[in-house]
């Protein structure tokens, strides 16, 4: 039995090869994940690479990335160690528009792979295209994060939490009980309590 990460180099190299989609087109890298498969025990699942992202191949390191460290931090989630963090399509989309209906089809292969093999305790459903990925529901995401859903991949259920994205984030200052901000540092703590 291969380990999880000769069989993520594997999945990579196919990823970095796809042209399943019109978005390898523009692409600049394939952004397929960032983390320590080996003792990552957290999937964080984002909407799509940006474009720090796409010209450097890996997820969230522009400003929102910076936020979601400064969260993790304070949540005290390793982002190295407890953290594999993974996007629904792994190129980066025009004007980082929304990606559509047929380019997440088109890359959802890889990503219910990534989460086979990682085999994460809980995933983070971050922003409301990863939360519309996996659970079908039109309450906003401000109405469902933090609570925790099962959902099923590959034949296998997970402990899933919709969280707030940090682009979101970003556009929200205030600190305030009961703020998104407030609210996402209380939605990572309750991630990290359920790996302990
Ligand atoms: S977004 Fe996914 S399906 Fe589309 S080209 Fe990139 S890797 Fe392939």
Redesign the pocket.
């Known amino acids: 039995m291969k380990n999880k990460k000769d069989l993520l180099q594997k999945l990579r190299l196919e990823?970095e090869q796809?042209?399943?989609?019109?978005?390898?087109f523009t692409?600049n890298n394939?952004v397929f994940a960032d983390g320590n498969p080996q003792s990552a025990s957290i999937i964080l699942i984002g909407e799509a690479p940006g474009e720090n992202e796409d010209l450097q191949g890996i997820p969230f390191i522009g400003r929102a990335g910076k936020l979601l460290n400064e969260f993790l931090s304070q949540a005290e989630i390793s982002r190295e160690d407890d953290l594999y963090i993974i996007n629904t399509?792994?190129?980066r989309p025009p004007k980082n528009r929304v990606p559509l209906d047929k380019?997440k089809d088109?890359?959802r292969d890889?990503l219910l792979s990534q989460v086979e093999i990682i085999n994460p305790k809980v995933i983070l459903l971050c922003g409301a295209t990863a939360l519309k990925s996996f659970i079908k529901t039109k309450i906003p995401i401000s109405k469902i994060r933090g609570d925790i859903f099962e959902i099923e991949i590959k034949d296998k259920k997970y402990s899933a939490i919709p969280i707030f994205h940090p682009s979101y984030l970003l556009r929200n200052h205030s600190v305030e009980p009961n703020s998104p901000r407030d609210l996402m540092l209380k939605d990572l703590k309750k991630a990290k309590e359920m790996i302990n």
């Open positions: 990823c796809c042209k399943n989609c019109e978005l390898c692409r394939v399509v792994k190129c380019e088109s890359c890889f």
